[in-house]
């Protein structure tokens, strides 16, 4: 079993920056992949960036060259930056891991959740 807690969230004007933390307890060693999604009131849940064991990334297309994904394997925690926020950003954020007995075609552990609002 993983566990994950989220921090970071919050209100911010748009331009403005937020730092997602997302840490991770349990079975650790079993995670081979980590990253955020996001959903929107009345949208689905769309994947925002993801993080692999071996440091690959990858972002959806709306946030690239604005959000960074990262993480210290020594705290077993992950971050988005997000930079540039725009109001279209505004939605609950959450953490996700994957692990070889949750792969892709599975639901992955998931965090609680945490707001980003964006106002303009």
């Known amino acids: 079993q993983v566990q994950l807690v989220e921090s970071g969230g919050g209100l911010v004007q748009a331009g403005g920056s937020l730092r997602l933390s997302c840490a991770a307890s349990?079975?650790?060693?079993?995670?081979?992949?980590m990253g955020w999604y996001r959903q929107a009131q009345g949208k689905q849940r769309e994947l925002v960036a993801a993080?692999?064991?071996?440091?690959?990334?990858n972002y959806a297309d709306s946030v690239k060259g604005r959000f960074i994904i990262s993480r210290d394997n020594a705290k077993n925690t992950v971050y988005l930056q997000m930079n540039s926020l725009k109001p279209e950003d505004t939605a609950v954020y959450y953490c996700?891991?994957?692990?070889?007995?949750?792969?892709?075609?599975?639901?992955?552990?998931w965090g609680q959740g945490t707001q980003v609002t964006v106002s303009s």
């Open positions: 349990g079975s650790i060693f079993s995670i081979n992949a």
């Open positions: 996700y891991a994957r692990t070889a007995e949750r792969p892709a075609y599975t639901s992955p552990y």
């Open positions: 993080i692999t064991s071996g440091g690959s990334t």
